[in-house]
């Protein structure tokens, strides 16, 4: 790892890790008093519907019968797909950053002509990305935490539940970045990079969503990242070890895979 | 201090570089010399070990240029052809990010050279002119005080004063011990500032020699005006001076004999005036770029 490139991305990320970590927190101090008024003035007619009912089932990986009750709400919080889009949007941004965007933007020659291997830009970044991955985790703690202050207990999430949740969260995070970091690595081209990440993670998302609808899709939604996040059993049993480690896992084989491509691709700006 | 041996590298279909070799001893200003799309970017590419060769070695302090790149660059101060720098960068706070990247202090020696070539060092990249950037960028791969410098035609957007002004400095470097490798599409740079130069033409070294190699084979243009435009007619030309233009009262001649020995052949001639011009390098680098070129050999190397 090299300090002088950790500190450069630090700098050139601070104010997107800033923006969505100040997102997330807002929305995660909002949610539990909205759904404390939603829940209580509108007796969930919307949550009759069977589509909403089966999304909200899907994204909290629970079935429930009825409409959604307290603790099925505040789960809600921690998968809502502001939440999953602020989360993926912050590790797809930073991650595509190198080579794909250096290259994208000609900057890269000026990068590696300096006595950096590419060993040293791929670890540098992955520190920058999981530090802001980490802030923006603990950005979103720090909003829930708060609005359990200001709402009814039902609606407030334990606080012996509030660090499973972040660390689910933060390897949701860094599966991403991985995912991320491996389309960088084979790319020339930001937009494309981003876009491929992108359509990688809302694959994935989808794969959940259809897997609720279509039986015969349930088997392969263990390759979607939602199957791992799973917020709701995080706050009844604690800490999900298994689900941690599989992202984990997956994460660190991305990861490589996406070191080993950009230790061997050529780097051309024209 | 650098080696390229039978170095290959194309891109898919297109051209890139073929069987390039190379040999650039320590302390010499060395131009590479090409028309755009030559392969001076790509033999520089694979220098820096941002390509891999597909075939061939390319050295440089006799070590990998691919495997051990990130040691080499330690030692070398690179100015890219298409210099692209971050927004955010001025020459300040530049110097401080990339010091720190190099762990060696510059930020002193970097602020002396821009306050020589007049940028300010807290503009920032963003609002930079062209020649600006090109300063910033020359700073920033000069003030380490590398061992080797590669400069991708760095002179590109710079005022005359400032190339000048580099000339200078990259003579002053060269002897103090440092090593330049200059790419440039214009030969006049080349002519004035080097000691040896490699010609590259379709992806491949057509002549690398010294300048005074070159300027030996060089022609020089010799323009005898005659007293008497009469006499001129019954005046034999000696065997080492071909006249391709002949009038009344003047010639035009190319030399292959000895100066000294035409100047007193001339001398008993009755001659008005006698000029001599120095070796026309133009029309050797042109002979290399014709298509019908004889020089470009099978190998790629010269």
Redesign the interface.
Known sequence: MNRGLVLKWARETAWVTVAFAAALALFEGLIPVFFETFLEESAGQLLNLRFVQRLIQTLLGVEFEGGLDAQAAVSFAWVHPMVLVLTWGLAITICTRCPAGEIGAGTVDVLLGLPVSRWDVHLSLTVVSMAAGAAAVLAALAGSWLSGQFVGDEYRIPVRALPPLAANLFCLYAAVAAAATLVSSISSHRGRAVGGAFALVVGSFMLSVFAQFWPALRPAARFSVLTYYRPFYIIRDGWAWSDMATLFGAGAALWACAAVMFRRRDICTT | MVELSNVTRR?GRRRGIERVSLSIPAGTLYGFLGPNGAGK?TTI?VL?????PQAGRASAFGLDCWSD??????D?G?L?G?????G?MSCRNGLR???????RPMTAAGLALAQEWDLDPDVRASRMSRGMRQKL?LI??LAHRPRLLVMDEPTAALDPLMQESLYTHLRRRVAEGATVFFSSHTLGEVERLCDRVAIVRRGRIVADETLAALRARAQRVVTIHWHDGAASGSIDPPSGLTVYRRQKDRWDATPSMPIAELVRWAASQPIADLTISPPDLTTVFQSYYRDDNPAEPGDGSA
Do not use: F, N, Q
């Open positions: 891109y970017t590419r820096l070990g941002l390509l891999r790149s990130a040691v080499i660059k330690r070398v690179y890219p298409d210099l692209r720098l971050y955010w990010a990339v010091e720190r990247i190099r762990r960028g920033l791969a």
